[in-house]
């Protein structure tokens, strides 16, 4: 069926568009795109008709850092609630790192992965293979089987690769292959048995901290491999200040290097742990106010690439415990959109741009055909309503977790409606 949708204000970085616009979708692509009333009306006739007037319509969302936790733990999540959660946040595509079980180290489990995708999901999922096999760090994957197998990049997750020649000798598969490793940047010396950010809070609460020393250390390491190996690295929900500045330094040489913030890491700071809430326990962990300066000034000169979730849910087992025993990490696909929208409404950055670090940004890093609306493109379509306030509900949510510290927060920016391919999977109408 031809669908229409009328009256929105079309934000398309990636084609340069901000304005009024018509979208004609059919055969699930865009057949055109047009300044109101210059379509005819005999064009559209029997078209389902989206009025989009006072919203804003955008290519869907790309979330490049997602744990759906299928095959292995799938009280947390599986593959078709996490879709659905994605499509409830805007997100039309997402990539899911490789800490399952089996870890996604073959192409069996990749496969595996895309089947599922192919038979529960409703948006599009890319899935991310280990770099070491197990995740253990000791002994490279088949990283040409798994580029083979459909991985768009490759990673360890939240176990970083601390064998400098191993890191090494990764980048240079990755150049061969033409695929980014994506790294959780963390000296794991630095940080054993640590809950939260080091600092006065965790010395008040009397926990075991991390020091951005660790985040750094690892920055620095990865960034001074690339020259020889050119490979290209990607650094996974960055929150030290310091190594935004070392990403800063190593792009002002021309180094490969692209790096991604979750919303948690510029929304909260770590006096959120005060209370002891689980929720607020991630890693890397909140860190401090001069760190949240320092990431939202990279997000505004573009040192920071792209906004990724790390949407990480926990059955309630795994957080209603004691804080330093807790599960690192939360759930953020839902959130992602309103907590943005603040920096859009504090003139961190434009709308545009907001909407350029969630779409074009990361399909050209990760080499994605999605993130642009232009004639003959996918029809992968989010429509929001930017000033629509609400209450952040976790009990609404349509991911299997609920582990969240925005539960009660007021705020603004609602997904409306989200279209994958020209097919509407969500819609904030029928919930």
């Not at 929208?341 to 990760?366: D, H």
Request: charged share 25%; aromatic share 6%; proline share 5%.
């Amino acid at each position: 069926m031809k669908t229409l949708i009328k009256g929105g204000r079309l934000i398309d970085p990636a084609n340069n568009r901000d304005g009024l616009y018509d979208l004609v979708i059919e055969k699930r692509k865009v057949q055109a795109v047009a300044k109101p009333g210059e379509l005819s009306a005999k064009s559209n006739e029997g078209a389902k008709i989206i009025d989009a007037r006072g919203l804003i319509v955008a290519p869907g969302f790309i979330d490049m850092h997602v744990h759906f936790r299928e095959p292995g733990f799938e009280y947390k999540e599986t593959i078709e609630t996490g879709c659905q959660s994605a499509a409830a946040g805007g997100f039309t595509s997402v990539a899911t790192m490789p800490n399952t079980n089996p870890v996604n180290d073959t192409r069996s489990v990749t496969e595996f992965i895309l089947r599922k995708a192919e038979e529960k999901g409703i948006v599009n999922v890319y899935p991310i293979g280990a770099i070491t096999q197990g995740l253990r760090g000791e002994k490279l994957s088949e990283m040409g089987d798994l580029k083979d197998a459909g991985v768009v990049a490759y990673s360890d997750d939240g176990r970083p690769v601390m064998n400098n020649e191993l890191m090494r000798r990764a980048f240079e598969y990755s150049k061969m292959f033409g695929l980014p490793c994506i790294q959780h940047s963390e000296m794991l010396d630095l940080t054993e048995d640590g809950c939260m950010n080091e600092g006065l809070v965790s010395t008040e609460l009397g926990l075991k901290g991390m020091p951005t020393e660790a985040e750094d250390i690892m920055v620095y390491r990865d960034i001074c491999l690339l020259p020889k190996t050119g490979g290209r690295l990607h650094v996974a929900h960055i929150s030290s200040g310091n190594s935004v500045e070392l990403v800063r330094q190593a792009k002002a040489k021309g180094l490969p290097v692209t790096c991604e913030v979750a919303p948690h890491h510029f929304a909260l700071t770590d006096e959120a742990v005060k209370d002891y809430d689980p929720n607020a326990k991630m890693s890397p962990p909140l860190r401090n106010k001069s760190d949240i300066e320092a990431i939202r000034e990279g997000l505004k000169d573009d040192t920071i690439d792209i906004i990724a979730t790390d949407h990480a849910p926990h059955d309630l087992v795994d957080k209603q415990v004691e804080f330093d025993r807790a599960c690192f990490g939360i759930v953020g696909l839902e959130t992602a959109l309103p907590l943005t929208l603040r920096l859009v409404n504090e003139n961190v950055f434009s709308m545009s741009k907001m909407i350029e670090k969630f779409t074009s940004r990361p399909a050209e890093i990760f080499n994605l055909d999605r993130g642009a609306l232009g004639v003959g493109k996918i029809a992968d379509i989010v429509i929001f309503d930017p000033d629509a306030e609400y209450v952040i509900d976790v009990q609404q949510f349509k991911s299997r977790s609920k582990n969240s510290p925005f539960d009660g927060w007021r705020v603004k920016g609602k997904v409306i409606r989200t279209i994958v391919a020209g097919k509407t999977v969500f819609s904030a109408s029928s919930n």
